[in-house]
């Protein structure tokens, strides 16, 4: 079996303040370091605490989103992959499913934003999955090769640079939690949609989210083609999101 090594990210969503981000930042870097490679995603207002905090430590930051569009720009309210560089952020999520459902982002727009944050060197955490109705339908396999497929068609051969992670859609902040055997049965057809784009789809990374607890996380980890997490609301608690770390 390929040997890749896991990698947590945090995705904080719209929590926080400055004082919270300082306290879990600084609880954090304490915790660590980790076997496994750790981020956090914070709202990107409190990236510079990120920078200031977490420069020196094995700990990296990214950003929950990112504009299409490179460089500079009348694009109000859009913040760019050369200015998360600025702050010396690794990472951006795409594609989450609540950009998706709240703000209509579509599988051409993702795969333009993971286009964007790749020019400048900063890594997509290419987010896909299926709701509940699509999954009691039996569409999961089609939807998700879908959102896949269009960052795939986009980015041609840098695909195999980006982050994957899995995230049903029905499992997201609802405590309903993908089996191990659920989970593992995606993320092994979505590396065999990587392996046809790209080799380099064996070393990929491919995250799961949705409901990722202490609990449930080593057996989620333990599967063969889980490399890891994307964590909702356990990475705003520095106790739970050091064991998921851990296991």
């Known amino acids: 079996m390929t040997h890749r090594r896991k990698l947590v990210v945090g995705n904080w969503k719209m929590h926080g303040g400055k004082a919270f981000a300082d ?4 609880e954090l870097k304490a915790l660590g370091p980790w076997s496994a490679d750790v981020a956090v995603c914070p709202p990107a207002l409190y990236l510079p605490q990120c920078e200031q905090l977490l420069a020196g430590s094995t700990i990296a930051w990214g950003s929950q989103d990112l504009s299409a569009h490179n460089g500079q720009g009348a694009y109000t309210g859009e913040f760019s992959a050369t200015m998360l560089k600025d702050f010396g952020a690794r990472y951006a999520i795409v594609g989450h499913s609540e950009r998706r459902t709240y703000h209509a982002e579509n599988d051409q727009l993702v795969a333009a934003k993971a286009k964007a944050a790749l020019a400048q060197d ?4 290419v987010c896909v999955g299926e709701t509940r109705a699509e999954r009691e339908a039996g569409h999961t396999d089609a939807v998700v090769s879908r959102q896949l497929g269009a960052v795939i068609r986009n980015l041609g051969a840098r695909i195999g640079e ?11 902040g609802t405590g309903l939690t993908a089996s191990p055997e659920q989970a593992q049965a995606v993320h092994e057809r979505l590396r065999q949609q990587l392996l046809a784009a790209t080799p380099a789809a064996a070393q990929m990374r491919i995250l799961y989210g949705g409901s990722v607890k202490p609990d449930n996380a080593a057996l989620l980890f333990a599967q063969p083609d889980i490399d890891g997490g994307l964590i909702g609301g356990a990475a705003l608690q520095a106790a739970d999101f050091d064991a998921i770390c851990r296991a």
């Open 23 to 26: 306290a879990l930042l600084t």
């Open 162 to 172: 980006v982050v994957v992670a899995y995230e049903p859609v029905w499992a997201i």
């Open 122 to 125: 900063v890594t997509p955490i």
